[in-house]
Nanobody, 116 residues
Framework: QVQLVESGGGLVQPGGSLELSCTMF????????MGWYRQHPGKQRELVAK???????LYGNFVEDRFTIFRRPAKNTLYLQMNNLKPEDTAVYYC??????????WGQGTQVTVSS
């Protein structure tokens, strides 16, 4: 069993930055992929960024080099550094991990609001 706890969301002005954290509890060593997704009201959840087990990265097309996903295995934490935020980045951001056994876990989500 894995539990994911996100933090770091909040209100920021356009052009500002935020760093989201996802602390993972349980056996996450044998993961297949971990990443961040976001969901706008009334829309489907979409990929923001993910890390495969071989450390390859994939970003959503809208990221445009503004976001960086990285992990600190010693802290069992996944991060998303977001720079040059835009109002359209306003959404609930979710952390996700899929294990080698195809178990799929989600965090509770953290709200990011970009507004002046």
């Amino acid at each position: 069993q894995v539990q994911l706890v996100e933090s770091g969301g909040g209100l920021v002005q356009p052009g500002g930055s935020l760093e989201l954290s996802c602390t993972m509890f349980g056996n996450t060593f044998n993961f297949y992929v971990m990443g961040w997704y976001r969901q706008h009201p009334g829309k489907q959840r979409e990929l923001v960024a993910k890390i495969q087990r071989d450390n390859s990265l994939l970003y959503g097309n809208f990221v445009e080099d503004r976001f960086t996903i990285f992990r600190r295995p010693a802290k069992n934490t996944l991060y998303l550094q977001m720079n040059n935020l835009k109002p359209e980045d306003t959404a609930v951001y979710y952390c996700n991990i899929i294990t080698q056994e195809s178990e799929d876990y989600w965090g509770q989500g953290t709200q990011v609001t970009v507004s002046s």
